[in-house]
Protein backbone atom coordinates (compact mmCIF):
# COMPACT_ATOMS: atom_id res chain seq x y z
CA UNK A 1 0.00 0.00 0.00
CA UNK A 2 1.15 3.80 -0.36
CA UNK A 3 0.82 5.53 2.48
CA UNK A 4 -0.19 9.15 2.67
CA UNK A 5 3.29 10.45 2.17
CA UNK A 6 4.07 13.99 2.54
CA UNK A 7 5.10 13.69 -0.08
CA UNK A 8 6.24 10.68 1.29
CA UNK A 9 5.08 7.50 1.45
CA UNK A 10 4.99 3.69 2.34
CA UNK A 11 4.77 1.39 0.48
CA UNK A 12 1.53 -0.13 1.84
CA UNK A 13 0.05 3.39 -0.03
CA UNK A 14 -0.43 4.63 3.41
CA UNK A 15 2.44 7.57 3.10
CA UNK A 16 0.59 10.82 3.02
CA UNK A 17 2.56 14.03 1.58
CA UNK A 18 3.19 16.95 3.70
CA UNK A 19 1.40 19.20 1.38
CA UNK A 20 -1.91 18.08 1.58
CA UNK A 21 -4.36 19.73 4.40
CA UNK A 22 -7.63 18.48 5.38
CA UNK A 23 -9.37 21.98 6.20
CA UNK A 24 -12.46 20.04 6.87
CA UNK A 25 -13.45 16.58 6.97
CA UNK A 26 -15.95 17.30 3.45
CA UNK A 27 -13.37 18.24 1.50
CA UNK A 28 -10.24 16.24 0.18
CA UNK A 29 -6.51 16.75 1.89
CA UNK A 30 -4.28 17.78 -1.19
CA UNK A 31 -1.63 16.06 0.32
CA UNK A 32 -0.66 13.13 -1.99
CA UNK A 33 -0.94 10.60 0.96
CA UNK A 34 2.34 8.42 1.17
CA UNK A 35 2.36 4.91 1.68
CA UNK A 36 3.23 1.59 0.30
CA UNK A 37 3.53 0.95 -3.50
CA UNK A 38 4.56 -2.43 -2.60
CA UNK A 39 7.23 -2.02 -5.59
CA UNK A 40 10.04 -2.73 -2.60
CA UNK A 41 9.50 -5.29 -0.28
CA UNK A 42 12.34 -5.14 2.70
CA UNK A 43 12.95 -8.31 4.81
CA UNK A 44 12.50 -7.92 8.54
CA UNK A 45 15.87 -7.26 9.49
CA UNK A 46 17.13 -9.83 12.54
CA UNK A 47 17.89 -7.00 16.14
CA UNK A 48 19.32 -8.42 18.86
CA UNK A 49 16.95 -8.06 22.33
CA UNK A 50 17.48 -5.06 24.13
CA UNK A 51 17.79 -5.36 27.65
CA UNK A 52 16.33 -3.40 29.84
CA UNK A 53 17.57 -1.26 32.71
CA UNK A 54 15.74 -1.58 36.45
CA UNK A 55 13.04 1.61 36.79
CA UNK A 56 13.31 3.16 40.07
CA UNK A 57 10.12 4.65 40.07
CA UNK A 58 6.43 3.20 38.83
CA UNK A 59 6.43 3.75 35.11
CA UNK A 60 3.41 5.44 32.85
CA UNK A 61 1.49 2.53 31.07
CA UNK A 62 -0.03 3.53 28.18
CA UNK A 63 -3.28 1.55 27.34
CA UNK A 64 -2.78 -1.12 24.80
CA UNK A 65 -5.00 -1.57 21.79
CA UNK A 66 -7.61 -4.64 21.65
CA UNK A 67 -5.48 -7.19 19.01
CA UNK A 68 -8.71 -8.91 18.14
CA UNK A 69 -8.69 -11.88 20.42
CA UNK A 70 -4.96 -12.63 19.43
CA UNK A 71 -3.40 -13.83 22.76
CA UNK A 72 -0.16 -12.29 23.94
CA UNK A 73 2.74 -14.83 24.92
CA UNK A 74 2.45 -16.12 28.69
CA UNK A 75 4.64 -14.85 30.78
CA UNK A 76 5.15 -16.11 34.73
CA UNK A 77 4.15 -13.52 37.19
CA UNK A 78 8.02 -12.89 38.67
CA UNK A 79 9.02 -9.57 39.79
CA UNK A 80 11.30 -9.31 36.88
CA UNK A 81 8.41 -10.37 34.48
CA UNK A 82 6.64 -7.71 35.96
CA UNK A 83 9.87 -5.25 35.89
CA UNK A 84 10.30 -5.96 32.15
CA UNK A 85 6.78 -4.77 31.25
CA UNK A 86 7.24 -2.18 33.12
CA UNK A 87 10.17 -0.81 31.56
CA UNK A 88 8.80 -1.30 28.12
CA UNK A 89 5.79 0.91 28.71
CA UNK A 90 7.72 3.30 30.12
CA UNK A 91 9.50 3.39 26.88
CA UNK A 92 6.77 2.88 24.60
CA UNK A 93 5.82 6.02 22.10
CA UNK A 94 2.58 6.61 19.80
CA UNK A 95 2.15 8.01 16.60
CA UNK A 96 -0.67 8.84 13.90
CA UNK A 97 0.34 7.75 10.78
CA UNK A 98 -2.01 8.70 7.34
CA UNK A 99 -3.16 7.15 4.21
CA UNK A 100 -5.20 6.96 1.77
CA UNK A 101 -8.41 4.33 1.43
CA UNK A 102 -9.31 5.37 -1.97
CA UNK A 103 -7.74 5.12 -5.03
CA UNK A 104 -5.45 7.98 -6.66
CA UNK A 105 -2.83 7.26 -8.92
CA UNK A 106 0.91 8.56 -8.99
CA UNK A 107 3.57 8.02 -11.69
CA UNK A 108 1.03 4.85 -12.85
CA UNK A 109 0.40 3.50 -10.01
CA UNK A 110 -2.37 3.47 -7.14
CA UNK A 111 -1.85 4.58 -3.75
CA UNK A 112 -5.02 3.47 -2.40
CA UNK A 113 -3.97 1.88 1.19
CA UNK A 114 -6.77 1.23 3.95
CA UNK A 115 -7.29 -0.26 7.47
CA UNK A 116 -9.01 -2.99 5.67
CA UNK A 117 -5.72 -3.70 3.37
CA UNK A 118 -3.29 -3.28 6.33
CA UNK A 119 -5.51 -6.18 8.10
CA UNK A 120 -5.84 -8.55 5.31
CA UNK A 121 -1.81 -8.44 5.29
CA UNK A 122 0.06 -11.76 6.64
CA UNK A 123 3.37 -10.35 7.06
CA UNK A 124 5.07 -6.73 8.13
CA UNK A 125 3.59 -4.10 5.92
CA UNK A 126 6.61 -1.55 5.31
CA UNK A 127 5.43 2.50 5.61
CA UNK A 128 7.00 3.41 2.52
CA UNK A 129 6.73 6.66 0.20
CA UNK A 130 7.19 8.85 2.81
CA UNK A 131 8.50 12.41 1.06
CA UNK A 132 9.17 15.49 3.51
CA UNK A 133 11.74 15.76 6.17
CA UNK A 134 9.55 16.32 9.21
CA UNK A 135 7.44 12.89 8.49
CA UNK A 136 10.67 10.69 7.98
CA UNK A 137 12.50 12.00 11.42
CA UNK A 138 9.25 10.61 12.66
CA UNK A 139 9.79 7.67 11.05
CA UNK A 140 13.27 7.25 12.32
CA UNK A 141 12.10 7.69 15.77
CA UNK A 142 9.81 4.75 16.22
CA UNK A 143 11.08 2.06 18.24
CA UNK A 144 9.91 -1.73 17.88
CA UNK A 145 7.24 -2.41 19.93
CA UNK A 146 5.60 1.16 19.45
CA UNK A 147 1.66 1.92 18.90
CA UNK A 148 0.06 4.24 16.22
CA UNK A 149 -2.84 4.94 15.01
CA UNK A 150 -4.28 4.49 11.53
CA UNK A 151 -5.56 7.56 9.66
CA UNK A 152 -7.80 7.56 6.77
CA UNK A 153 -7.23 10.53 5.03
CA UNK A 154 -7.63 12.91 2.01
CA UNK A 155 -10.96 11.18 1.68
CA UNK A 156 -14.98 12.03 2.35
CA UNK A 157 -14.68 11.29 5.95
CA UNK A 158 -11.14 11.40 7.38
CA UNK A 159 -10.34 10.04 10.84
CA UNK A 160 -8.85 7.51 12.96
CA UNK A 161 -10.11 4.31 12.36
CA UNK A 162 -8.05 1.62 14.42
CA UNK A 163 -4.58 1.11 15.41
CA UNK A 164 -1.10 -0.93 14.68
CA UNK A 165 2.18 -1.85 15.46
CA UNK A 166 5.53 -0.91 14.87
CA UNK A 167 7.37 -4.64 14.51
CA UNK A 168 10.38 -2.99 12.49
CA UNK A 169 12.31 0.28 12.94
CA UNK A 170 13.49 2.31 9.81
CA UNK A 171 15.69 0.79 6.89
CA UNK A 172 16.23 2.46 3.63
CA UNK A 173 13.26 3.20 1.45
CA UNK A 174 14.17 1.28 -1.65
CA UNK A 175 11.14 2.71 -3.54
CA UNK A 176 12.47 6.12 -4.07
CA UNK A 177 14.75 4.41 -6.27
CA UNK A 178 12.84 2.87 -8.64
CA UNK A 179 11.46 4.77 -11.71
CA UNK A 180 8.19 2.86 -11.63
CA UNK A 181 7.57 3.37 -8.35
CA UNK A 182 4.32 6.36 -7.02
CA UNK A 183 6.85 8.30 -5.53
CA UNK A 184 10.33 8.01 -7.01
CA UNK A 185 12.91 10.47 -6.13
CA UNK A 186 16.09 10.76 -8.15
CA UNK A 187 17.74 12.90 -6.20
CA UNK A 188 18.38 9.99 -3.62
CA UNK A 189 20.88 7.31 -4.39
CA UNK A 190 21.08 3.75 -3.05
CA UNK A 191 24.81 5.12 -1.92
CA UNK A 192 23.30 7.61 -0.01
CA UNK A 193 19.32 6.91 1.26
CA UNK A 194 17.51 9.82 1.95
CA UNK A 195 14.27 8.17 2.90
CA UNK A 196 13.06 5.92 5.42
CA UNK A 197 10.25 3.09 5.88
CA UNK A 198 9.19 1.14 8.74
CA UNK A 199 7.31 -1.79 9.18
CA UNK A 200 3.67 -2.28 10.89
CA UNK A 201 1.41 -5.22 11.43
CA UNK A 202 -2.59 -4.46 11.81
CA UNK A 203 -3.69 -4.63 15.99
CA UNK A 204 -7.37 -2.70 16.04
CA UNK A 205 -10.03 -1.19 13.75
CA UNK A 206 -12.51 0.66 15.59
CA UNK A 207 -16.24 0.27 15.19
CA UNK A 208 -16.68 3.69 14.91
CA UNK A 209 -14.23 5.85 13.69
CA UNK A 210 -13.05 9.24 15.08
CA UNK A 211 -14.03 12.35 13.10
CA UNK A 212 -11.48 14.91 12.00
CA UNK A 213 -14.50 17.57 13.35
CA UNK A 214 -14.86 15.43 16.13
CA UNK A 215 -11.13 15.88 16.49
CA UNK A 216 -11.11 19.45 15.90
CA UNK A 217 -13.49 20.30 18.83
CA UNK A 218 -11.45 18.15 21.36
CA UNK A 219 -8.04 19.95 19.96
CA UNK A 220 -9.54 23.58 21.12
CA UNK A 221 -8.19 25.55 24.16
CA UNK A 222 -8.35 23.55 26.95
CA UNK A 223 -9.87 20.46 25.80
CA UNK A 224 -7.79 17.08 25.97
CA UNK A 225 -6.20 17.46 22.21
CA UNK A 226 -5.19 20.91 22.22
CA UNK A 227 -1.34 20.36 21.95
CA UNK A 228 -1.94 17.11 19.66
CA UNK A 229 0.86 17.44 16.62
CA UNK A 230 -1.40 15.76 13.86
CA UNK A 231 -3.96 19.20 14.42
CA UNK A 232 -1.26 22.01 14.69
CA UNK A 233 0.34 20.68 11.53
CA UNK A 234 -2.24 19.14 9.68
CA UNK A 235 -0.21 18.77 6.20
CA UNK A 236 1.88 16.27 8.66
CA UNK A 237 1.33 12.48 7.38
CA UNK A 238 2.88 10.96 10.12
CA UNK A 239 2.84 12.75 13.71
CA UNK A 240 3.47 12.38 17.21
CA UNK A 241 0.88 11.33 20.26
CA UNK A 242 1.23 11.73 23.41
CA UNK A 243 0.71 9.02 25.98
CA UNK A 244 -2.23 11.08 27.22
CA UNK A 245 -4.04 11.61 24.06
CA UNK A 246 -3.21 8.47 23.49
CA UNK A 247 -5.22 7.31 26.00
CA UNK A 248 -7.71 9.13 26.07
CA UNK A 249 -8.24 8.55 22.28
CA UNK A 250 -8.55 5.22 22.65
CA UNK A 251 -10.90 5.40 25.69
CA UNK A 252 -13.28 7.43 23.27
CA UNK A 253 -12.90 4.74 20.61
CA UNK A 254 -14.06 2.24 23.27
CA UNK A 255 -16.94 4.65 24.30
CA UNK A 256 -18.09 5.25 20.85
CA UNK A 257 -18.21 1.68 20.24
CA UNK A 258 -20.09 0.68 23.59
CA UNK A 259 -22.78 3.29 22.18
CA UNK A 260 -22.55 1.72 19.08
CA UNK A 261 -23.82 -1.64 19.89
CA UNK A 262 -26.90 -0.12 23.03
Request: charged share 30%.
Amino acid sequence: MTPIRNPSFPSLSLGLVESGSEAEASEPEPEPPVKKSRVTRQPPKAKAAATQAPVEKPARKGRKPPTNGAASPAREDSPVAAEEASNADEAKTYWLMKAEPGSRFENGVDVKFSIDDLAAKTEPEPWDGIRAYAARNNLRAMKKGDFAFFYHSNCKEPGIVGTMEIVQEHSPDLSAHDPKAPYYDASSKPSDPKWSVVHVEFRQKFAVQIGLQELKALGASGKPLENMQMLKQSRLSVSKVSAAEWDFLIGLAEKKAAAEKS
